[in-house]
């Protein structure tokens, strides 16, 4: 079946890189997503990795996927109190449908 | 473009009243969707229309709820009645391709007392 899974909370300081992990069970996806959600906000698109890459970078977000394992992480480096949402990891595997995880909720202390 | 727009975007109502939920898309884009988002069970696809058609609405939890698209800029949400369960924050989302990149709405924010 399709799930997808999240750590739910992760604390940083102000400046420290932050990785958000996720686990997807659904080895037919073709892509991967990053989104993140403000306060008050809907869902913004963050940055995505198709599925027959390693890595991908952009400007301060890393995304490195492992297909093997069907793990998927997010990197913000040099993280500021901006950064603090929700960020959700999802996979599309056609259908038209993406599934969600729950989202994991990102703290960063000044 | 001014997004996928919603409203309202907070709506209080008793229970067994009935509550209807707008969306707008951004232009352009064929497919809509509608998610239902809580506490408990996180993102959840209520339904989704492709060119105003109804694709799959096997989300949608219950005959309470129902969804139309009577044309490519305008969308609704219905719950009739309404009850407390039901409170959450629903969001409308876009997209031109179907698959994962999708555009929200910012969201209506539903309590039922």
């Known amino acids: 079946g399709e799930d997808v899974e999240q750590s739910l909370f992760l604390s940083v300081r102000e400046g420290d890189s932050s990785v958000i992990n996720c686990t997807y069970t659904d080895s037919s996806s073709t892509y991967l997503y990053w989104y993140k959600q403000e306060p008050g906000a809907g869902l913004q698109l963050l940055t995505y990795i198709f599925s027959n890459m390693d890595m991908k970078q952009d400007q301060r977000l890393t995304v490195l996927l492992n297909k093997k394992d069907k793990h998927l992480s997010l990197r913000i480096a040099d993280t500021q109190t901006g950064d603090s949402a929700i960020y959700f990891c999802a996979e599309y595997t056609g259908g038209f449908k993406t599934i969600f995880g729950a989202g994991t909720r990102l703290f960063v202390k000044a | 473009d001014a997004g996928v727009i919603q409203s309202p975007r907070h709506e209080v109502t008793e229970m067994g009243q009935e509550v209807t939920l707008r969306c707008k898309p951004i232009?352009?884009?064929?497919?809509l969707f509608w998610y239902r988002q809580t506490m408990m069970r996180g993102l959840e696809l209520l339904i989704y229309f492709n060119n105003n058609v109804p694709i799959d609405d096997s989300g949608m939890p219950e005959d309470r709820f129902s969804a139309k698209m009577p044309n490519a800029s305008f969308s609704t949400l219905k719950i009739q009645p309404s009850e407390p369960r039901d409170s959450a924050v629903y969001f409308c989302?876009?997209?031109?391709?179907?698959?994962?990149?999708?555009?929200f709405g910012e969201g209506s924010r539903l309590t039922v007392l």
């Open positions: 989302a876009s997209s031109q391709q179907g698959a994962g990149e999708l555009f």
């Open positions: 232009s352009g884009h064929d497919y």
